[in-house]
């Protein structure tokens, strides 16, 4: 099969690259969660998620949405370390085959120290996402379907449902299986992400791709600076001795934009 290939972004505005966890368990019987949960996903993260969502510990009023919870390790974190406010609201959705939901929830009960409200949804992420509100999630974690279609088609989704300023992340990203590329995430999260470039922000990818979503005056300055770009790739603007006129033109074009009237 032909690989598929996109760009990456250049530049990565806070986390710059992975940075080991000092507190990761390298002896399973040392994890004080062991007897809950059968396996760790979520240690090797924690650095990241903390660098990232830190600022949003004990801040009323967030919703957070998570996709793909198997046994509520990463919720729990979130649960006790993020969302910790009385006012917070998390969805979860699962397939939760057999039994799985019962477990979910109970671990939930031992491992979590939590008094917002928590919103159980059972099904396809797909079908379930299409009927929450548009712009209502804080923070979203995708983490469900792994395969290159089901990866993609909750990306898109999600990414309405997350507020301006929101925070995605993408769990899985660099995984390492003897599968072909259309049964692992990488693919998708890869064109998602060249897709939607003017209008995320990436901060950081490492197993873990993780981006924010811009606000809409952050597009139009982003879109605004390619515009110009483009017409100036005929170099008239590109010597030395233009640069402060190109700096010029730039803000200008800048501030005509800002004041434009809007008519939709």
């Known amino acids: 099969m032909k690989k598929f290939l996109v760009a990456r972004p250049p530049v990565l505005s806070r986390v710059e690259k992975y940075k080991p966890l000092k507190a990761f368990f390298a002896n399973p019987a040392d994890d004080p969660l ?123 989704l999600a990414w309405s449902l997350l507020k301006e300023g929101g925070i995605l992340i993408f769990d899985d990203y660099e995984m390492r299986l003897d599968l072909d590329e259309l049964d692992l995430p990488k693919v998708s999260v890869d064109a998602f992400v060249y897709i939607y470039q003017d209008q995320l922000e990436v901060l950081h990818y490492f197993y873990q791709y993780i981006v924010r979503k811009k606000h809409q005056s952050e597009i139009e300055a982003t879109r605004l600076d390619k515009t ?27 501030r005509i934009w800002s004041k434009r009237p809007k008519f939709f």
């Not at 993260?45 to 990463?74: A, C, F, M, Q, T």
């Open 34 to 156: 062991s007897r809950i949960f059968s396996v760790d996903w979520v240690t090797y993260n924690v650095d990241v998620w903390v660098e990232l969502l830190g600022h949003l510990k004990d801040k009323p009023n967030l919703r957070y949405l998570e996709i793909g919870v198997y046994e509520g390790r990463s919720t729990a974190w979130m649960m006790n370390n993020i969302f910790t406010s009385p006012t917070s609201h998390i969805t979860v959705v699962d397939i939760f085959p057999g039994e799985a939901e019962e477990r979910f929830v109970a671990n939930l009960k031992i491992a979590a120290d939590y008094k917002g409200e928590l919103n159980v949804l059972k099904g396809p992420s797909q079908s379930i996402l299409k009927n929450l509100p548009e712009n209502s999630f804080d923070v979203i974690y995708v983490d469900g379907d792994h395969t290159a279609p089901g990866v993609l088609a909750d990306a898109v």
């Open 228 to 254: 110009l770009r483009l017409t100036d790739k005929n170099g008239l603007f590109g010597s030395a001795s233009n640069n402060s006129l190109s700096r010029f033109v730039l803000r200008l074009g800048e």
